[in-house]
Structure formats: structure tokens, C-alpha cells
């Protein structure tokens, strides 16, 4: 998994843009930042709910990790190294469907019967 593969899921959804977060390249829709890739180049930090989290840290240690630093926000980080595509694209989807305006989650949802 590249970044140029993330870069193919993220922008399929509605109102993704690409920017920057640190110095390195980030995902937002609707102004709000729903994931970025970390210095290493390696890790994605995705928003991702506490219980979720937890969950997925227990399942797969290997692929999902905290630092410190985002132990207190809803997030985690994913080594792309680690995870395969359909994994990512769920996470993503999901990572998008609570960071994005609920005008754009409604008309998707609407438009894709999702």
C-alpha cells in the first residue's frame, strides 16, 4: 500500500481535498482534517472513534498503532506497509462518513443507497 493508493480511495469520496497537515500530505472534506500521512511515510493517521480503536489495535497490533501523542483523540495510525486495500477502503469510507458534512453523507447515501 502506497500513499498514491490512498490518494486513489480518499478522493473517490465526496468533497475530499488534498492538502497538507505538518508538512505532509492530508485528507480533509468539509475543512476537517479525516486523515494524514505521518513524516515517516509510511503511517496514516485516520479519525477513528475510542471503541472502534480499541478494537482494531487488539485485532491487528501489527497494522494499526497509538504514539503517545494520539492517545487522546480519536484517532489512530495505520501502517500501509501492513494493511491491504479493502481493509483501507473500509476504514476510509467510515473515517469519511463522521468527518464529513451531513449534506454529503445524505446525498451519497441517497446516490449509492449506503
Known sequence: MTLDTVRCIVLTLPGVEEG????????????????????????????????????????????FYVTDHYRVYPAMLVRLDMVDTDTLTDLLDRCWRATAPKRLVKVRGARYGA
Do not use: H, N, Q, Y
Not at 40 to 56: Q, Y
Open 20 to 63: 497538507t497537515s505538518f508538512g505532509t500530505p492530508a485528507f480533509r472534506v468539509g475543512g476537517r482534517l479525516m486523515a494524514r500521512l505521518l513524516a515517516d511515510g509510511i503511517s496514516l493517521m485516520i479519525k477513528i472513534e475510542f471503541d472502534e480503536r480499541d478494537m482494531l489495535l487488539e485485532a491487528d497490533p501489527t497494522a
